[in-house]
Each structure stands twice: as C-alpha cells, then as structure tokens.
C-alpha cells in the first residue's frame, strides 16, 4: 500500500535537482516571461498585437537616440576599463596576503561594494560640487581661484562609475589571482626570468581571464546605471537606462522603452558571448582559471606573446626599484593604500554633515548638532520608509535564501546536463541589467495588481537577491564533505536527520550569511523600487532618491549615516559568519 | 677522483634561517662537490627545504654565508643564479604547451630560434616526449608532467640542480622508475644535485652522500652506508633503516667502543655517537646482525625473550621478541639456524660485539 508514495518519493530522491523547482518557477514566471514580454512589445504594434518593425525604425529617425546609445557605450566602456586597470594592482595586493589579512583588508573592498550607490552618489555631489568639500578645500589652499567644474560633466560621471565599479572589479579579479600558484613565478625566477619577465610573462596571463570577467561584469552593470549620471551628469551625460525610465514614467511608450531595453540585453549578450569565446564562463562563477586562456589560434597566441615580451622589456629599467631577492614580489603598498582610501573615503564625508548644525551642506560643518536626526526621527515620512524597507528586506531574506539555498543544494547533488542551463538561470539576474528587470516587472505588474504592493516588491527583490544567496551557498556545499550524510545513514539516521543534525549545522554560518547578503540587497534597492514601490508607501532608497532630485539636505546626510551604519553592522556579521 | 682533486661546488658557512622566535634552520655549515648528488633527507619540518630555498636565492638567510664557485652568493638575485629547480609539484606555466615551458629558460638567456628549438627538441627525446611537445601540461598524466619539469630544468644545462621533493606526488612504481631517470640524467649531464626528500629508501638510492636532517639541524652527513652502519645519532640510526634499540646508562668508554647498562644486561659496542658529553645513551643492532641463540663466545653479546609474532614478508620472516622490560626487538630468521621457533616460546638472541654502535 505503501508503493505509491514511496515511489514518488524515490523519484524525488533519485534527481535532486527537484528543490531547485521553487527558484525555476519563481525566475520564470517573473524573470524569463516578462523579459520575454518586453521583447515582444518592442516588435508588436500596441494596438492590433501585430509585428512591426516600426519601433525600432524610430531608432533611426532620431539621432538623439543614437546619441544617447553611444554616449551610454562610451560611459560603461570608460567605466570599465578605469575600474579594471585602477583595480587590478589593488587586488593584487590582497592576493598576495596570508588569508587572515586578506579577508579583513578586502572588507574595505567589501563595504563600499554593498553600499547603496545612492549614498555613494551623494557623497561624491557633496565632494564635488562647485561649492562642494573639494573645491572649497582647494580655493581655501590657494590652488586655484575660482571652483573647478567637477560634476555635471562626464568627469563627474567617470568619478562616480569608477566608485561605484571599482569594488566589483577587485572583488572579481581577486579569486583568479588567489588562484594563481605563487610557485609558477618563483620558477619563472630560477630560471632566469627578472622581475617584469615574471609578472608580464607568466603571472599577467594567468590573471587575464579574472581581468577581463571584471571588464565584462562592470560594462555590464554600467550599461544600465542612471543614479550617477542622473546626479553628477550634465544634459550631455544621459544614458540609456534614464531615457528608459523617461519613455515608460513620464512618456508611457512601452513599444520604445521595450526597444531600447531589448537593445540593452543585446550589448549585454554579445559580451558575455564574446568573453565565453575566449575565457569560458567557469571563471565568473568561481571556477580555477588555471588553463588561462583558452588555447586560440596560432598567430594570436603569437602576437600576444609578443605584446607580452613588449611590455617586460619597456617595464624592466623599473626591476630595481624591487626586491630582486626571493619571493619578496611585494612591491610598494602605497598606490593599494590610496586606491582603499578612495574607495572609502568618499562615503565618510557624510559623518560630519549629518551632525552640522547648518541649514546646507556647508564644508566645513560650522557646528555640532543632533538636530538632522531629530528630523528624520521625527519625520512620519522616512521613518514609514525606513519601516517598509526592513520588513521587505527581512521578507526577502528570507524568501532567497530559501529559493537560493535550495537550488544550490540540487545542483550541488546533481550530475545531471540541466545543471548548466540552471547554472546561468540563477544568476542571470545578477547580468540582465536591473532596469531592464525592473520595466519588465513593472509591466507585468502592472497587469495582475501587484503595483505598489509589499509582495510586489518582495517578489523583485527576491529576484535579484537569489543570485547571492546561490552563490554564498553554492561556496558552503563545495566545501561540504558529502560522506558525513553516509556516516550518519550508516549510523542510523534518516534523511530529514541527516538534514537537521548534520547538513545544516555545518552550513549554517553560509546559510546566514546569504541572508544578510539578500537583506542588504533588498535594503539598498533602487530601481525596482522606483518602480514597484509607488504612491506615498516608499521604502528608504525610493525616498532618498526623490529627496535628492528635490533638493540636497542635511536630512539627507542622516539618512545616508543610518543607511552606512545598517550596512557596515549587516556585512561585518556576514563576513564573521561565513568562516 | 681524490676527494682533494675535486672542486667545492657549493660551500654553506653557519647559513640560519629564523623567522621571529621560530627557528627554521640552526647555523648550518656544509660542503658539496662539483658533480655530486647529495640528498637532504629528513621529516617535515626538518628544515631541509628552508635549506634548498636559501641555496636557491628564493629564500633569505638570516646568517651565514653562501659559496658558489669561490664566490660569494649569499644575497645574489634569484634570476642570476642559473640554478635549476624542480618544485614538488612541477609548478608547470599552464598557459604554455610543453614545449614552450622548456624554452623558456632558455628565452630568458636569449639564444637563437635555431640552437633554442634544437635544444628542446633534443632534451624532450631525451625524457621520451617528444610526440607530447605541442600538449599543454594538464593533459598529461604525472609521470610526464614530472618529465616537463625535468627537461625544462636540464634543458638550460645549469651547473647545479636544486630537487625539492620531485616525486612526492607520484605512485610508488613511477617514482621508482622517475628515480632512474634522475639518476641517468645527473650522469649524463655531470650535473650538481642538491636534493631534498623524506623518503629514506630513495636517498639511500639516489645519493653520493645523504645529510640527515631533524629539529632544524644537520644530524650526520656522509655516504649512505656509512650513516647506515655507523650512525652517530639514535635519530639517524632510526630514521635510515630499521634498528633494534636499547636503551640505557654508559658505563665507560674509551677512544672508540663504549658499554652501555641496559635492563637487559651490559653490552659494548663501536662508540659512535656525535655528542660524547651524555651518559643517557642507546645500544644499536640492525637486525640483519641478530641470530637466534645464545652467544657462541666472548666476541658475541646476547639477551633473552619472549617470541611475540611471526611476521611473513615474502623474502624473509621477521621475529618480534619482547625483552623483560617489554623492549621489543626485531631479527630476520635465518632458516640456517634449524627449525622456527613458536610464537610463546623463550627465546636467546645473540650479536657480534663488532656490529653494535653506540648512539646518543
């Protein structure tokens, strides 16, 4: 009598792949098909629902668009390439730390990476603003007399980006190099290879696939960025997210805004394809990147070779200025230094204009005063946001980490050909840019009622949050010692034991530190908020956003000294909890 | 040769290494000869790769003097050292085939395209990888990525070759065959060899000479059946071979034999312990030197005891017997002896007074 559930339940057992169904259905019915949605409305004529190229005729009609594209090309191409090459001595830096050293110094990568880009942003218009902290210290100094045009231009934007991206670059270069055998150079060294042989000969192509996956994830992410240029851009800075957000906001042109995102996802595409071509997507994930790169043909191999050769011989009049002796390839930490305090530095400059006693974000603060706290406590407005933004964080949390952690589990256990397919699903939502999953959500949303809900904006952030979650506890699993479940059947223990007493305990420091990485993503989250949230109930970033557009306050420096504080308390528990 | 007419290849003066408190390697002074292959030989944590690592310049020492040749390389850069390293794990470039892993040496010295490709070719037939020359190392197995790794040292013909622990990685029957290997390339090439190992068996094998290493110090050097037969340390006489110890007080002594009282009895023996000052001090018998009986006359010492175990090991059988004080010493059976012995039985055990040594 019993076969009939036994049966279904050995079914379950035999392909483990099944607990990743809740995360599958959840990304499709609200990732795939809505993306799906918006590629069709931007080739449908909205009346009739017939194809038509139309749209994206009107691409060519206005070169304003064009405009726009290039501008939005230039940005992210700028953005990625300073982010990589500022970043890449920083990294290497860290990776040449005994690990104790490296995980407390790369918190300081870390931090910034997770801080709301909207406090970054304004923190850099406090600095760089035409009476801002930099030009007010530099007059002061004599330096120069009248303020320098530091933002509204695409210097601004470049500043910005950079600070914005740069964390990501380290933090995706730094496994790569952890990776990398130390001994490979130190035999390049007996062998008679000097200083600049060894790093352009053999460490620097070990490096390039960790390099060029930076390249690719922050050209990714700065494609559909609109915070920084919204706010240290002039009219000539616009990119293409913003006009997005225009055609559908203030233009309601679905057809156009579904175009420009198709178009979006397309740039994005072809340099994921063009990075698999060379790399092989295993480094992004996480995999050894020890065949470097991918053997290509001949004369390219060549000519890199030679670029490589060029660069040791033009690098090498430098190769006394190191150590020449031993592993001693430390080199100096005064540029890696510099790079940390800019990454840092800038968000701290909010600390003491939260406590000014000036009506304006005048530098220096003329006096000290609780009063902007007073403000916001006192404030029904932002404290309701701040509210709503805990119990969506706390709800999203805990929903991603549940969807995450299940899907990393079945893949964990699974040698099955659907593993790589559901591979790239779970973090795609980390690659589409997030305006694009924002407007397509926002569509579909719009349809069912979900607009200006809390279980609308759950349901996105827990979108974007899974790819964390999936890869905090992917990492937990690999390390996971999976003979530890047969001693236990062994000794007698059933499967849900087994779950209870023995898998969950060892994950459980991972399984919490996914959670706190989903709740900082739903608590720092701007652009589905921009959308979903709606109406008068916002949450805390939505709020700053329309506050900054407004106008710049002191409240405003409070609000981003909370937000710091919430953030710093959330990662340094995280970071404490994944040992 | 004459050990006068050979030249000092390598000569370390009182060369430490410590880091803080820690002591990595205890003042060490020692010589190698042109052409010799001395193995370091010692436990983890011996110091014998702090040792290697200081010879080859990737590693400073903290005192002492490093001499190449008469001249003074203690602070010489590692990339000017022409020193050849083979790493314990072969540290391949994984993003170079196997033939451009053996020119780069080679690269780095500047020869012409046409005596370079020459060469690699030659020295790839020589380790029989020719038809793997255009593979990239990780689609080799072991035994060829270790044969990459020893042609990309020879290659450049260096005058010393440093070996930190090259076979460690290898099943026992490819390292007994990468063993010969090693040994014809050193003759052929007439090369220096330092090189470290914590495997007894293939230094015995391999060496001119063997220093053993324990406690971040130099325990004896000399060729392998001298540390073999007269160890001067209980740690040398341990750690090479099997020895049957007792342990106990000197009684007396003189230039060369000792006695020694043991639970067991009074023996003498050959006095070769380093360190003369201490009076604890142990008895020394390989058990090849042991015969069951007891002894025929006055050249011969001998203790009783209790058979433990019989332990077949195809060759021979091995007879484990406990002594009163429960010290337990092993012999081989000499079927010339007359029949086994059951295990329970009483039995005499006997040596000539000239195979034992006295250790400290």
Partial sequence: ?579 | MTAASRQNKLVLEGLSKRYGAFTALEPTSLSVDDGEFLTLLGPSGSGKTTLLQMISGLTEPSEGKLWVDGEDWTFRPVNQRGMGLVFQHYALFPHMTVAENVAFPLQMRKLPQAELRSRVDETLKKVQLDAFAHRFPKELSGGQQQRVALARCFVFRPRLILMDEPLGALDKALRENMQMEIRRLHKEYGTTVVYVTHDQEEALVMSDRICVMNHAKVEQLGAPHRIYADPETLFAATFIGHSNVLTGKRLSMDDRTAVIRTPSGDFRGAYTARDRGTEKVALIVRPEQMRLGPPPDGEYDGVTGRLNDLVYVGADTRLLVSLPDSTEIMLRHDPATGAMPAIGDQVAVHWAKSAARIVS
């Fill in chain 1, 1 to 579: 009598m019993s076969s009939a559930p036994s049966l279904v339940l050995s079914r379950f057992r035999s392909n483990p792949l099944w607990l990743a169904l809740p995360a599958v259905l959840l990304l499709a019915a609200f990732f795939l098909f809505p993306m799906g949605r918006l590629f069709l409305l931007g080739v449908q004529d909205p009346q009739t629902g017939a194809l038509t190229a139309e749209h994206y005729l009107r691409l060519t009609e206005a070169p304003v668009y064009w405009r726009i594209l290039g501008i939005t090309f230039r940005i992210a191409i700028l953005t990625a390439l300073f982010s990589v090459i500022l970043g890449y001595p920083l990294a290497l830096w860290l990776s040449r730390m005994d690990s104790r050293k490296q995980s407390l110094l790369a918190l300081l990568v870390l931090l910034p990476f997770w801080t709301s880009y909207l406090v970054k942003t304004f923190a850099w218009m406090i600095l760089l603003g035409h009476r801002g902290v930099l030009n007010t210290l530099f007059v002061e100094a004599g330096l120069i007399e009248r303020p320098l045009g530091l933002m509204y231009n695409e210097l601004g934007v470049i500043i910005g980006m950079v600070h914005a991206m740069m964390p990501l670059a380290v933090l995706t270069m730094l496994p790569v190099m952890n990776g990398i055998d130390r001994r490979l150079t130190l035999a390049a060294g007996t062998m008679g290879a000097s200083r600049s042989q060894r790093f352009w000969l053999v460490y620097f192509p070990l490096s390039v696939p960790g390099a060029a996956a930076a390249g690719l994830l922050t050209f990714i992410t700065s494609l559909g960025f609109f915070i920084v240029p919204a706010f240290l851009g002039g009219s000539g800075q616009t990119m293409l997210a913003q006009t997005i957000i225009t055609q559908v906001q203030e233009l309601v042109n679905w057809s156009f805004a579904a175009v420009l995102a198709s178009l979006m996802v397309v740039a994005a595409l072809i340099s994921i394809w063009i990075y698999n071509r060379f790399f092989g997507l295993s480094t992004i994930s996480g995999g050894s990147s020890s065949d470097g790169v991918r053997a290509s043909s001949g004369i390219l191999r060549r000519l890199g070779r030679r670029f490589l050769e060029f660069m040791a011989w033009i690098s090498s009049p430098f190769d006394r200025f190191g150590s020449s002796i031993g592993n001693d390839d430390r080199g100096s930490a005064i540029y890696p230094v510099l790079a940390l305090i800019f990454l840092i530095a800038p968000m701290l400059v909010v600390f003491p204009l939260a406590f000014t006693s000036a009506s304006s974000l005048q530098f220096p603060p003329p006096g000290f005063s609780l009063r902007w706290f007073e403000q916001y406590v006192n404030s029904p407005v932002w404290i309701s946001a701040t509210i709503r933004s805990f119990g969506v964080a706390l709800a999203t949390a805990f929903c991603a980490t549940v969807l995450g952690g299940l899907a990393a589990l079945g893949l964990a256990r699974s040698r099955s050909r659907w593993n790589g397919p559901l591979f790239a699903l779970m973090l795609a939502p980390m690659v589409v840019p997030r305006i694009v999953i924002a407007v397509g959500l926002f569509y579909l949303m719009a349809q069912i009622g979900l607009v200006a809900t809390n279980t609308g904006l759950v349901i996105g952030h827990t979108l974007l949050a899974i790819p964390y979650c999936f890869i905090t506890i992917g990492a937990v699993l690999k390390s996971y010692d999976w003979r530890l479940n047969q001693a236990a059947e062994t000794l007698g223990a059933g499967r849900l034991t087994i779950l209870r007493r023995i898998t969950l305990p060892l994950l459980r420091g991972g399984v919490i530190a996914a959670g706190l990485f989903a709740f900082v993503t739903s608590f720092d989250e701007l652009t589905i908020a921009i959308f979903i949230s709606g109406g008068l109930r916002t949450t805390l970033p939505k709020q700053m956003w329309d506050d900054m557009f407004l106008q710049l306050n002191p409240t405003l420096a409070a609000v981003s000294v909370v937000v710091l504080v919430i953030v710093t308390a959330i990662l340094l528990a995280a970071q404490k909890l994944q040992k």
